[in-house]
């Protein structure tokens, strides 16, 4: 179903916050050669475009399999600078205004990189995206969630010299098996220390896990949580808490939690109530940024000028942006929409 140009402009024109985003997944097939032939690095393809032929995934760990593999290639600070800064050039491309990026230093630490590397370079791109587009940014560190609680305390340790330059931690990959109370402790600590928390939940995993990370780990929004629906009681309660939940369109999409676009229950879940909003998850492999899962989605399920501007909206409130922040980008969004 093609998107009508009223749709289209408002949906270009709208402010855009984007609160689920690996770093990592932004590592185009371009950039991931440019940097194998910098560190003299052979990787399993001929050409870009046979990069781009492999990703044809069939769950979670099929695509997970090939994203940890490419990150291989990010070895020096500059190297994690170049990928943040194509992102944010990207972002701004799609008008995003503030961004809340998810990286997994367990993915690089445990190839010898420095977490002063990882999180000096980023931090470098994320100074000058406020300088050369305006866009604000914060960092959220996640642990991987296959790896032990152990090895997750243990990356927590090793970030806390550089505590005040993130915001949150999080809870990322292979989702089945690997409940969030496997991090209950070392969420607690987190806490405890001043840091805010989100975990990915009810991606791949039953809706048990939403319920956990919000029981447990006391997150302030779910990444995905697209599977809260088998558990009506859960979505009667997201929508009174107003628990926001970062879906990913066209990474569902790619990734088969849904067949079709069509199938998807975003609108279902938008039109009960429930804080939900539209981001790119790993858009280099997924075949989007966050202006085309806007775009795909409001033309797949129909949705109306005015919920595109409640899901916007979603997202600023949602975000650990200040609440002068929240308020003046909400005035912005509602400007836009008047103007539609
Ligand atoms: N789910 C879990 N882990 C991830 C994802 C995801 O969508 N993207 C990168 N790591
Ligand atoms: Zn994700």
Redesign the pocket.
């Known amino acids: 179903m093609a998107l009508d140009p009223a749709r289209e402009r408002l949906i270009r024109r709208l402010p855009k916050v984007e609160l689920?985003l690996?770093i990592e997944g932004t590592l185009e097939p371009e950039m991931m050669f440019s940097l194998a032939a910098k560190h003299g690095v052979t990787l399993p393809y001929r050409s870009v475009e046979e990069v781009r032929a492999a990703y044809n995934f069939h769950d979670l760990q099929s695509f997970l399999d090939l994203y940890y593999a490419g990150c291989d290639v990010l070895r020096d600070r500059r190297d994690f600078y170049a990928l943040a800064m194509a992102y944010f050039t990207r972002a701004h491309a799609d008008n995003v205004v503030h961004a809340e990026l998810?990286f997994d230093p367990q993915t690089h630490t445990a190839r010898g990189i420095a977490m002063e590397t990882i999180i000096g370079g980023l931090r470098d791109a994320m100074a000058d995206a406020r300088t050369r587009y305006d866009i604000s940014s914060e960092l959220i560190l996640c642990f991987l969630r296959h790896l032990s609680e152990e090895a997750a305390f243990e990356t927590l340790e090793q970030a806390l010299p550089f505590k005040d330059q993130f915001i949150a931690v999080g809870l990322?990959s292979g989702e089945r098996g690997n409940p969030p109370s496997k991090f209950e402790r070392v969420f607690k600590h987190a806490k405890e220390i001043g840091l805010r928390t989100v975990a990915?939940a009810g991606e791949e995993g039953p809706a048990a896990y939403i319920r956990e990370a919000l029981d447990l780990l006391f997150v302030e929004r779910i990444?995905?949580g697209v599977r809260c629906d088998e558990e009506p009681a859960l979505v009667d309660e997201l929508v009174k808490k107003q628990i926001a939940l970062t879906v990913?369109p066209l990474?569902n999409l790619k990734l088969c939690v849904v067949k079709d676009l069509r199938d998807h229950n975003f609108a279902k879940l938008l039109r009960k109530g429930v804080a939900v909003t539209i981001n790119s998850?790993?858009p280099a492999y997924f075949g989007g940024y966050i202006g085309e899962n806007f775009r795909q989605t409001a033309a797949a399920l129909d949705l109306t000028p005015a919920e595109i501007i409640t899901v916007a909206e979603n997202a600023v409130h949602a975000s650990f942006m200040s609440s002068a922040q929240k308020l003046s980008l909400t005035s912005a969004i509602q400007l836009e929409g008047q103007r539609a």
């Open positions: 689920h690996h998810f990322d990915h990444d995905h990913c990474s998850d790993d």
